[in-house]
């Protein structure tokens, strides 16, 4: 394979900006080297991370911080807690690390978000670098400053908007991921072109079989895409207050699918995909979405082997009560997002429980 060139995208939000780099097999002593410049370095990571690729990291952070310590996590959801957030903080407290600190998250979406939350929250807050190696993280939770830890009465409910200092994206960790990581990821890439890039849909439509199977240099042409669509998004709304609020396309639905299955029977990017086929049947009702539309999200749910139908049968019942818990709410109404077609998404609230439930319905219940 030859060489691929590395990839940045600028995030600017407010008066701050940093770079997401992205490649494969690129990170190297003197890009974690001139991060870290002689800082106090907290490694919170994976426990699940390789060997190899955990060593040679490891090994490039010691050699260029003034102190290294790390901390090794099961990325769980029932993990992503207020006693993990503890754990990390105990030991930068026991350990005297100063406000110049800087914590590097090396892992999915879980260690993404406990490592930026723990940043957050540390004295007042503090710098830290994300290292994603999920598919997942790569595309989604690494980018905007989103950070947050599960309560026993809803996920993400305790949280904040802590942005990173820098991203690195290293697309060869994916060879190391089991398949079901590989679809979830797909999942939330397939989203972005769904509710902001018709082109990249259609692009994606082309070549989500090389995808599936990891092909470079699409694959990082892919992440880099979606990130550059999230980006976009984020900069113009940090704190999700206006246009932000089109990436949980799919997610009421998906959380609450999550809560029902006990965050065992479905991962995220499982839900989520049953979330947007639920989400597209109700655009279908709110929108006139066409029926075209909806079957090509179909089809490429179908292309890249992402489950269309549910586990088991899942009361509709169930499911609008469980997402009642969902955080994004206005009011007493819960808001979801909406399609007027393929690149083109809105929020709406206010809609009737039998509305929603038809959508339920027609979506999950037919195979």
Same mark, same amino acid.
């Given at each position: 394979?030859?060489?691929? *060139? ?15 780099? =992205? ?11 001139? %991060?870290? @410049? ?6 919170? +990571? ?20 003034? $102190?290294?310590?790390?901390? $090794? ?25 100063? &406000? ?20 957050? #929250?540390?004295? &007042? ?7 994603? #190696? ?16 599960? +309560? ?9 908007? +802590?942005?990173?200092?820098?991203? %690195? =994206?290293?697309?060869?960790?994916? /060879? ?14 397939? *989203? ?12 994606? $439509?082309?070549? =989500?079989?090389?995808? /599936? ?7 990082? $042409?892919?992440? !880099?895409?979606?990130?550059?669509? @999230?980006?976009?998004?984020? /900069?113009?709304?940090? !704190? ?6 089109? %990436?949980?396309?799919? +997610? #009421? ?32 009702? #709110? ?8 079957? &090509? ?5 179908? @292309? ?64």
């Amino acid at each position: 394979m030859n060489k691929m *060139k590395l990839e940045t995208v600028e995030i600017s939000i407010n008066e701050n900006s940093y770079n997401i780099e =992205i490649g494969n097999n690129f990170l190297s002593e003197e890009i974690l080297s001139d %991060l870290v @410049k002689k800082k106090e370095v907290l490694l919170v +990571h994976d426990k699940n991370i390789p060997s190899s690729a955990l060593n040679k990291i490891e090994s490039f952070l010691k050699s260029s911080s003034s $102190e290294f310590l790390k901390v $090794e996590l099961e990325a769980s959801e029932e993990n992503k807690s207020q006693a993990s957030i503890e754990t990390i903080h105990n030991l930068l407290l026991e350990k005297g690390f100063s &406000r110049q600190c800087i914590l590097v998250g090396l892992g999915g979406g879980i260690i993404c978000d406990l490592c930026g939350f723990a940043a957050a #929250t540390y004295q &007042r807050g503090v710098d830290f670098v994300l290292i994603p #190696t999920t598919l997942l993280a790569q595309v989604d939770a690494s980018v905007g400053g989103k950070t947050a830890i599960n +309560h026993p009465k809803g996920k993400n409910m305790i949280g904040s908007f +802590h942005q990173p200092i820098r991203v %690195l =994206i290293d697309s060869s960790f994916l /060879s190391t991921l089991p398949e079901r990581e590989i679809k979830s990821g797909m999942v939330e890439m397939i *989203k972005h072109g769904i509710i902001e890039d018709e082109d990249y849909f259609n692009w994606l $439509e082309e070549n =989500i079989n090389q995808i /599936s199977k990891l092909e470079e240099p699409i694959m990082c $042409e892919a992440i !880099k895409r979606s990130v550059e669509i @999230k980006s976009n998004i984020v /900069s113009q709304d940090e !704190k999700e207050a206006g246009i932000r609020a089109i %990436l949980n396309f799919g +997610h #009421t639905f998906g959380h609450g699918i999550e809560l029902v299955g006990q965050y065992k029977e479905y991962n995220h990017g499982e839900a989520v995909a049953l979330g947007i086929l639920s989400a597209a049947k109700l655009s279908q009702m #709110t929108e006139d979405l066409s029926s075209e539309c909806v079957e &090509r999200i179909y089809s490429v749910f179908n @292309k890249a082997g992402i489950r269309t139908t549910t586990l088991k049968e899942i009361n509709p019942e169930d499911l609008y009560s469980a997402m009642q818990s969902d955080k994004k709410k206005q009011g007493k109404d819960l808001n979801f997002i909406v399609l007027e077609k393929i690149g083109k998404a809105k929020k709406i609230n206010g809609l009737s429980k039998e509305k929603v439930l038809k959508a339920i319905k027609t979506s999950l219940f037919t195979s």
